[in-house]
């Protein structure tokens, strides 16, 4: 029996509280002078190369096909000329045929609903896609690139939740297999005669209780605004294990399924039907790889940078092949789709988070080495080879380029097809990349490939942070330095834009006519970039607020928050999908946890306030829904809740302030939610959108205010970030958002256009508390150097009152009032993001001023192609 290696498989290239009151009046504005630092924006570039908000590249290889929203899946044709790519994003889910090589679009086939499974017979006959919540599996016949005949096999009622998604086909087509990955079962499907299905379970929770049962909201706004509340209602056990992929092994005469949210692949006796083994690999596999013999299984595991070769003879792990650019890298590469050569020698990987295709070398079993990389565009989900070896198929899940979007959404002025929503502009392309026949024209463009893929990465090989320090700079160039800041306090906020809040600042890159809440709203805001530094270029990593907490707390989204989130979004009318992150299921937890997962490894005392924390309901005391807060959150702070004023948020920080004030010490990590700025849009009766924010803003700056008086200040920075921007307007990019950076260490008076985004923030944090990065993001991110001075300014700050009336309520008439009556805010961000942000502007500026359009960059790709909206 060989033992398991780990191949390290890199290749570097050849080219190489009680507090005094607030004034009572607003001071003159100071000015605020510019760093000489300015960062790159995002865009195309003049060397060729695509820049993105998080800090990295993109240099897209091959002829790029548009395909449309989340292309999460290809078949390819068995012979070989055409591939099937099923798109499965926020808007309308399709099969799109794509002739090979020339990329011509053969066909557009509109489903409902589905979810990556898609495959064709082995004869080509065929083409089966997974129905998704629908339960049911999409049959067709095809023919030269006509898909016709197009019926399906229901697998269970409507109103239960499967939810089919990996699909497999024996080699005769007379059965297949559904992996249901919310119904933690199997389906096994006869197609001959009349379709039957058996059902077995992967667990006994799916066995004693069944597919829980789900009553559909009939109203989409309704659906969207409960979809948190849904999520705690669905109760998961560690046991779960959430069926992804599976694969037949006919002569063993066995079904391998890749188990999500656990580090094993479940293996099922097809005779009886039932599990005989679990096969160990590493957390989140996903997509699986059987060579043609049976021999060899291949499972590409998300969260560790990794894939595991299986024997299935003896079921032991030959090797561990390490798919990331460096070896020993955190996690965050996120391996999510495998593809072998037609002489099954060479491995490719399409390394999701990393934007580029791994190319191994696995002509000797147990022994496999790195040939290089190959770039590709932003999220790759799926990997192919056509049959004659000459073609390498890409998916890229978001698309290649980033665009502005002028026909974005803008209420009060017809436009002519769908507004350009963020979610529904994913839009993602094809890659065709011609493979030289010759090995050594591979080696040779391989050579050029990985330059070029090593160059997009600003990751290190030590994961060492990349961005020069200043000389004496109080941020530590290593963890575990000395530093003169001791504690961090991390404020989360909710949902704004740069432009939104600090448009109307002259000294930063702002467009003041898309500024809804200027300095009369947020006088403190804008007296903390003006008295400490003003941070323009500042994006968070994140889209909507689904994977925007976790990038907050874990700078990183795993692919299940990133790859449901559109159905939890855009296709939760039957309310199939929970909201999927922010500790309500085990499948979303980073390999390497969260913020406060490393605090604890390294022996750092920290505390929440209100962030990844359910409130006290129903007589049941507030709980932290992630374990590693159990016994380290405040029961009596309260976490989202639109009829709890931020300020008293503050207040209740400023009591526990000066409880450790009386103890001499307080937690060195303290992570506190202000998310009033969210608002309750033009409901009736609830504070208007300005009431709200300018709450939100003097809760912020009575906590500063209160904070700086205090013992701990000349050792604190505090750190304030939205957890996500939505969708709101900003003229840069939609992604571009507000931050604030407050120490007696922070350069005061100063602009710093170094382009930052929410992973500095974190890797910052991380430096100063002596913590190791928690993915290749942060370990990859600039730290905030150049926001930070050598000697400290110990000025407490003073917060200013509010200028506007803080109780004022929404009026039961007009526009707003109308769109805000469905609306549910018991959730944070619950409410569609799109239409909130049409109802604020309008609250703010009134209906007869439109809304102008959004500028986006990123993940927004604008397409002249219509796209439908379910």
Request: charged share 20%; glycine share 6%; hydrophobic share 35%.
């Amino acid at each position: 029996m060989q033992s398991s290696l780990k191949i390290a498989v890199w290749f570097l290239p050849l080219l190489l509280v009680a507090c005094s009151g607030p004034s009572t009046h607003m001071p003159p504005a100071q000015s605020i002078a510019p760093l000489s630092v300015h960062g790159p924006l995002p865009g195309s570039r003049s060397d060729g190369f695509v820049q993105l908000p998080n800090q990295w590249l993109l240099h897209p290889t091959g002829h790029q096909v548009d395909v449309g929203d989340l292309p999460i899946n290809i078949a390819v044709h068995p012979g070989g000329r055409f591939a099937a790519v099923l798109n499965t994003g926020y808007s309308t889910h399709e099969i799109i045929i794509v002739q090979i090589p020339d990329g011509k679009i053969v066909s557009h086939t509109k489903l409902d609903e589905a979810f990556y499974g898609i495959e064709f017979s082995r004869d080509g006959r065929q083409l089966f896609s997974s129905g998704a919540g629908d339960e049911v599996i999409h049959c067709f016949n095809f023919n030269n690139g006509d898909l016709s005949n197009h019926h399906h096999i229901r697998i269970r009622n409507s109103s239960d939740r499967g939810v089919p998604a990996g699909i497999a086909i024996d080699d005769n087509a007379k059965r297949l297999y559904v992996a249901n990955i919310w119904g933690q079962r199997v389906s096994q499907v006869n197609l001959i005669g009349k379709a039957t299905v058996t059902d077995f379970a992967l667990t006994t929770n799916a066995a004693s209780t069944a597919y829980p049962k789900i009553r559909p909201s009939t109203d989409f706004e309704t659906a969207a605004a409960t979809k948190r509340d849904e999520a705690d209602l669905y109760k998961v056990l560690s046991t779960d294990p959430f069926p992804y992929a599976c694969r037949v092994d006919t002569k063993r005469h066995r079904l391998y399924v890749s188990l999500w949210a656990q580090a094993k692949v479940a293996v099922i006796d097809l005779a009886s039907n039932r599990i005989i083994a679990n096969w160990p690999t590493e957390e989140h596999p996903n997509e699986m790889l059987l060579t043609r013999s049976g021999r060899l299984l291949f499972v590409a595991n998300s969260a560790r940078n990794s894939v595991s070769v299986i024997d299935t003879e003896t079921g032991q792990p030959i090797e561990t092949i390490w798919a990331a650019l460096y070896p020993n890298t955190p996690p965050g590469s996120t391996p999510n789709s495998l593809a072998l050569s037609p002489d099954e020698k060479t491995l490719f990987i399409a390394n999701a988070d990393n934007n580029m295709v791994a190319v191994i070398d696995v002509s000797d079993p147990g022994r496999s080495h790195s040939l290089g990389f190959i770039p590709v565009g932003w999220y790759p989900t799926s990997v192919r080879v056509t049959p004659d070896g000459r073609y390498l198929l890409v998916a890229n899940g978001k698309g290649i380029l980033p665009k502005a979007n002028p026909g974005g959404p803008n209420p009060g002025v017809k436009s002519s097809g769908n507004p350009q929503y963020i979610a529904r502009l994913l839009t993602g392309t094809l890659s065709i990349i011609e493979i030289p026949s010759s090995r050594d024209k591979f080696a040779e463009q391989l050579a050029a490939y990985t330059a070029q893929a090593y160059h997009c990465s600003p990751l290190k090989s030590d994961s060492s942070v990349s961005a020069s320090r200043p000389a004496d700079s109080p941020i530590p160039l290593k963890p575990g330095d000395p530093s003169p800041i001791k504690y961090c306090i991390y404020v989360i906020k909710e949902n704004r834009t740069y432009d939104q809040v600090l448009g109307d600042i002259k000294e930063g890159n702002g467009d003041p006519k898309l500024c809804l809440f200027p300095e009369k709203v947020t006088p403190n805001e804008h007296k903390l970039v003006r008295e400490f530094v003003l941070l323009d270029n500042f994006y968070v990593d994140s889209e909507v607020s689904a994977d925007g907490h976790e990038w907050s707390m874990g700078a990183y989204a795993t692919d299940f928050v990133e790859k449901f989130w559109p159905l939890t979004y855009g296709h939760n009318r039957r309310g199939k999908y929970p909201y999927p992150s922010e500790g309500n299921f085990p499948a979303a937890f980073p390999a390497n946890g969260y913020l406060w997962d490393r605090a604890r490894e390294a022996g750092v005392s920290y505390r929440s306030y209100g962030e990844f924390i359910a409130n006290a309901k129903d007589g049941h005391p507030a709980r932290a829904r992630v374990k590693a807060l159990e016994g380290h959150f405040d029961p009596e702070y309260r976490s989202f809740d639109l009829d709890y004023p931020d300020t008293k948020r503050a207040a209740r920080f400023l009591q526990e302030l000066k409880r450790f004030e009386a103890q001499g010490d307080m937690p060195r990590l303290q992570v506190v939610r202000l998310p009033n700025d969210h608002t309750h849009g033009g409901t009736v009766g609830s504070l208007t959108p300005t009431s709200y924010v300018a709450d939100n803003d003097l809760g912020l700056g009575i906590l500063v205010e209160g904070i700086s008086h205090s013992k701990f200040w000349p050792q604190t920075a505090i750190f304030v970030v939205e957890d996500d921007a939505q969708n709101g307007p900003d003229h840069v990019d939609a992604h571009r958002s507000t931050v604030y950076v407050i120490s007696p260490y922070t350069k005061h008076h100063k602009t710093d256009s170094t382009m930052y985004s929410t992973s500095s923030m974190l890797r910052t944090m991380e430096l100063i508390l002596g913590l190791q990065p928690m993915s290749q993001f942060d370990a990859a991110a600039a730290p905030l150097y150049n926001a930070f001075q050598t000697e400290p300014d110990l000025q407490p700050y003073t917060s200013l009152p509010a200028q506007v009336k803080l109780h004022e309520h929404n009026l039961p008439f007009g526009k707003a009032a109308r769109l805000s009556r469905n609306m549910n805010f018991n959730k944070e961000d619950a409410v569609d993001d799109l239409l909130l942000n049409q109802v604020i502007w309008q609250a703010v500026m009134g209906e007869a001023n439109p809304m102008p359009a959004p500028v986006r960059a990123s993940f927004v790709f604008a397409h002249p192609r219509q796209d439908d909206d379910d």
